[in-house]
């Protein structure tokens, strides 16, 4: 009996973010995540050194919290404003958590090298950093 191999649907999307657009995005975020950080620790209104000891911790959940939430509903605020989301290879949007889940970690593992797995957004005919190849997503225009 033969098995019958199904190739892998190579179809690219034409309307993919730009790399200005999500480069934008990123940065809008992150600003947002600062600003967000700096209240949680105005609010806490601990000494410095109390802040010094859970600034990592509490930055790392942030963060972890606000990528998740909003990769897994399709768009971050940066997104939004840049008026672009994100796809499922398979076109599915919202993502969901699952691939939010992963598209979180490949952040972290794109930026491990030399931010090698950005910059992979450059050559990539498809425009996929690691991580977006990690989840299984694309970004397009809204």
Not at 56 to 72: K, R
């Amino acid at each position: 009996m033969e098995t019958e191999i199904v190739a892998e649907n190579e179809d690219i999307p034409k309307d993919l973010a730009s790399v200005g657009s999500r480069l934008l995005s990123f940065i809008i975020d992150n600003f947002i995540l600062i600003i967000l950080m700096l209240l949680v620790f105005r609010i806490i209104s601990a000494d410095a050194e109390t802040i010094d000891r859970i600034s990592s911790l509490l930055g790392g959940l942030i963060n972890f919290a606000y990528f998740l939430y909003f990769f897994s509903n399709g768009q971050t605020p940066g997104m939004m404003a840049m008026k672009i989301k994100l796809i499922g290879t398979d076109g599915t949007y919202p993502i969901g958590y699952s691939k939010g889940f992963l598209r979180y970690w490949g952040l972290q593992i794109s930026g491990l090298v030399l931010c090698l797995g950005f910059l992979w957004i450059l050559i990539d005919k498809k425009r996929q950093g690691w991580h977006d190849k990690i989840a299984g997503t694309y970004v397009v225009k809204a």
